[in-house]
């Protein structure tokens, strides 16, 4: 008899990068024939993709009014972002965990985050800059604030959402409390966390952007952003929100590819 085995029906991972390389093709192709092609708009309206190219050059590498700033502005909003993101991971876990384990803590504290998490991230800026000064820590403090409550919501939620038999097998073997909590619960709502983890990245660096657009002098991406408004440089606006997209879209993935790979080692996704 032959092997009865069924065939997978998720695509490979070479043909999605082709669907994607060619997906963005189109959009620049579209994008060169509204600007150079049929010059709908005027350059200083919408520039063409030659144009946002040489900011992103003069940004980067090269030379001009704009050597090697948005270089130093990527450098300045990852360490503000990676610091703001650790703190809020370690603060959501603790968190998170306390609301798992004890159910009046949930029912209060849970409830009050997931009102909290329903605001954008702008609104708190002003109240930010109030408290702590036009300065970084408030910056911060919104980064923080909106990558700790997705990880607080999404550890106590996958602690629930442990199989019942876990527990009970848990306590048989005479795990009770904090232990269970530890030993038992947290290792098996990992696959879950993780997800928070993704969710909160996107929230961090989305509230990181808009914090920076209000700090004057400082290496961000926001300030360039603001720089470019404040020229009337379309083309270095659509450079910095490509860089965004593109630094915010890479972090997405490699934390989807650690997500992907535990869930596999939980036998929760099949290998393709």
Do not use: C, H
Request: hydrophobic residues 55%; positive net charge.
């Amino acid at each position: 008899m032959g092997d009865a085995r069924p065939a997978s029906t998720a695509p490979s991972r070479l043909r999605v990068l082709s669907w994607q390389a060619l997906g963005l093709l189109i959009i620049v192709g579209l994008w060169w024939l509204v600007t150079d092609g049929l010059k709908l708009y005027p350059p200083y309206v919408f520039p063409s993709p030659r144009a946002v190219w040489t900011e992103v050059a003069y940004g980067l590498w090269g030379t001009g009014p704009q050597d090697g700033k948005l270089l130093g502005a990527i450098g300045g909003s990852l360490r503000r972002v990676l610091v703001g993101y650790v703190i809020a991971v370690l603060l959501g876990g603790v968190v998170g965990l306390l609301m798992g384990a004890w159910q009046p803590l949930r029912a209060t504290l849970g409830a009050y985050l997931t009102g909290i998490q329903s605001v954008p991230s702008i609104a708190f800026v002003p109240f930010a800059i109030l408290f702590l000064g036009l300065n970084e820590r408030a910056v911060l403090f919104v980064v923080i604030l909106e990558g700790f409550i997705p990880v607080a919501l999404a550890v106590s939620g996958a602690l629930l959402n442990v199989p019942p038999a876990l527990r009970v097998a848990g306590r048989t073997l005479g795990a009770r409390g904090v232990g269970l909590t530890l030993r038992v619960l947290l290792p098996a709502a990992i696959p879950s966390v993780l997800t928070g983890l993704r969710t909160a990245w996107s929230f961090a660096w989305r509230a990181l952007v808009g914090g920076e657009l209000l700090i004057a002098g400082a290496k961000s991406l926001g300030e360039q952003l603001e720089v470019g408004r404040n020229t009337a440089n379309v083309g270095l606006v659509l450079a910095t929100i490509i860089i965004i997209g593109i630094i915010g879209g890479l972090f997405d993935l490699l934390l989807r590819t650690v997500e992907s790979r535990v869930r596999r080692d939980y036998g929760l996704e099949v290998p393709q």
